[in-house]
């Protein structure tokens, strides 16, 4: 690809404030001669995440045993990843295959807005989750007649309905700002923080809704997550036998490792924004790219390996599909 000279980049910061015509992306700093072997890497782990949460989708879809609380939660959780994969593909996949760093500044928001509301959503889905959890595990019983499917359906819906009205204003608050300073982001997508810093403008309200946002969306909901495992481990404790307490905590491991991989590198990521001036540029973006790969690539295989349900639905229509095969070569070669 023809090497875009320096020169384009070089905008006159000296003039006015202005709005740019695009960003520069980022992709591993002193590393840029192997994006190349690096997007092989990037490019396997887009795939696991898509195929993942893709197969988990259709076998939750294809296996009427599946059609339960838990696993209609974990659908709507790979649909976020799946969203949240697409968002961030295109961009990461130019830097590291094509060497192409330029985001369009309103492709850049509606890319920060899809990111952040993606990631919104899957806060809430693991809140519906921890609580489908408590109620499976407090009351057994009505299990399928609490959590019913409408009731599923409208929790998935006010998810949704958050993450769009909540994360609406960002672009917004952002687009109103002028750009002096800047136009190279540190990551290989648009993060708001990220697009923040370039501003020239005063950003207080940006950082105080940002805040806001931080506390009142994911706070709240990893508040409400670990109350729900308070709750379940006071139950747990109830149950008599010792063999009650295991299949109880058992089935509550899948979720608490994807809790863990969603939260940890989305606390790490926004201190490193908000404190982390000194942190090496190799390290933001090595947290970004947890952020960006580590929830959609690991929670299909988490699932998968830990969940012997969805296990065993998996082995049968790989089966199904094995045997079909087999007839249809008979077929043909008679």
């Known amino acids: ?74 659908s709507i959780l790979a649909a976020i990843d799946v969203g949240l994969s697409i968002s961030t593909l295109p961009t990461v996949l130019n830097i ?39 109620v499976a595990i ?24 958050k993450g769009v009205a909540l994360m609406a204003p960002l672009p917004i608050l952002l687009k109103r700002l002028p750009f002096c300073k800047n136009i190279i982001l540190s990551h290989g997508y648009c993060y708001h923080p990220d697009v923040m810093k370039l501003a020239c403008g005063p950003v207080k309200v940006n950082i105080i809704y940002g805040l806001a946002l931080v506390l009142g969306s994911f706070g709240v909901d990893s508040v409400f997550i ?20 295991r299949k109880a905590l058992n089935t509550c491991i899948s979720h608490v490792v994807t809790v863990c991989i969603f939260y940890v590198p989305l606390i790490v990521l926004a201190l490193i924004h908000r404190f982390g001036t000194f942190t090496s540029p190799l390290f933001h ?32 229509v790989f089966m199904r599909r094995v045997s079909l095969l087999q007839k249809s070569s008979v077929v043909f070669g008679t």
Request: proline share 6%; with cysteine.
């Open 1 to 74: 690809m023809t090497q875009i000279p320096k020169s384009h980049y070089a905008l006159n910061f000296n003039s006015s404030p202005f709005q740019p015509p695009f960003f520069l992306l980022t992709g591993i700093p002193g590393l840029e001669a192997a994006h190349i072997w690096i997007s092989i890497p990037l490019c396997i782990m887009y795939m696991t995440a898509l195929l993942g949460n893709c197969v988990i989708l259709f076998i939750i879809k294809t296996t009427p045993s599946l059609h339960e609380p838990q696993y209609i939660f974990l």
């Open 96 to 134: 590291f295959l094509l060497n192409h760093r330029e985001i369009e500044f309103h492709s850049c928001l509606a890319q920060m807005f899809f990111i952040h509301t993606f990631s919104s959503m899957e806060s809430a889905i693991l809140l519906a989750m921890a609580f489908d959890r408590f």
């Open 138 to 161: 407090q009351n057994p019983l009505h299990y399928t007649m609490i959590l019913t499917h409408p009731r599923i359906i409208r929790i998935g819906v006010v998810a949704v309905l």
């Open 226 to 245: 670990v109350v729900s495992y308070i709750l379940i481990l006071k139950t747990v404790v109830s149950i008599a036998s010792r063999e009650g307490r």
């Open 285 to 316: 973006v090595t947290m970004a790219n947890l952020f960006l790969f580590l929830t959609p690539v690991l929670n299909p295989l988490v699932y998968s390996f830990k969940t012997k349900q969805i296990r065993f639905a998996m082995q049968k």
